[in-house]
């Protein structure tokens, strides 16, 4: 079964850098550096802890990354210690260097994905929940795209993102609770 997904993730990766890498190159490689240690999503939620209507989803969003920092990058990523995908698919050259050596779960599709899903709780406004969220899939394929994760290293990260969104959502409601009353 691992074998059939590690054929079906190469197969992907090597079909991305075949057909669809070219004119968008620098874009894609600039997006996907601005997730480098979750920096985007960081400052887009210290930001949103200046206006009072998105306080609770910077507060949410950064609890959120901070689990899912805790379950990918020190748990998830030493237990699978699944390897880079150019050293084990022949043909694909990565875009960019990558320094850790293990790519599952895809750490900036976490942390895309827990600030998205925290966002989604809180932010006041459609357009801004549809915004994070877009954001956070544009992460998650232009980790495919400069090929330094499979795909299903990023629907991992994807997943444990959207959990520890919801978890940090569920731990600031507790908070409120217990305090008895609402983030300002």
Not at 24 to 44: A, F, H, K, Q, R
Not at 167 to 177: D, G, H, N, S, T
Request: proline share 5%.
């Amino acid at each position: 079964m691992l074998s059939v997904l590690q054929t079906l993730d190469g197969g992907a990766l090597l079909w991305i850098q075949e057909n669809l890498r070219g004119l968008l190159d620098p874009i894609v490689e600039g997006y996907t550096t601005l997730g480098n240690t979750g920096l985007m999503w960081i400052v887009l939620s210290l930001a949103m802890l200046c206006w009072k209507p998105t306080r609770k989803a910077g507060m949410a969003a950064l609890a959120a990354m901070v689990l899912g920092l805790l379950c990918t990058n020190v748990v998830l990523k030493h237990v699978v210690a699944r390897p880079r995908p150019w050293l084990d698919v022949a043909g694909l050259v990565p875009l960019i260097q990558e320094p850790d050596p293990n790519s599952f779960p895809s750490g900036h599709t976490c942390a895309a994905f827990a600030a998205a899903s925290a966002w989604w709780r809180a932010l006041p406004r459609g357009w801004m929940r549809w915004t994070g969220l877009v954001l956070a899939v544009c992460m998650g394929l232009s980790r495919l795209y400069v090929g330094v994760h499979y795909p299903s290293d990023v629907i991992a990260g994807a997943l444990v993102g959207l959990f520890c969104g919801w978890a940090a959502w569920k731990l600031l409601q507790l908070w409120e609770e217990r305090r008895g009353s609402r983030l300002r």
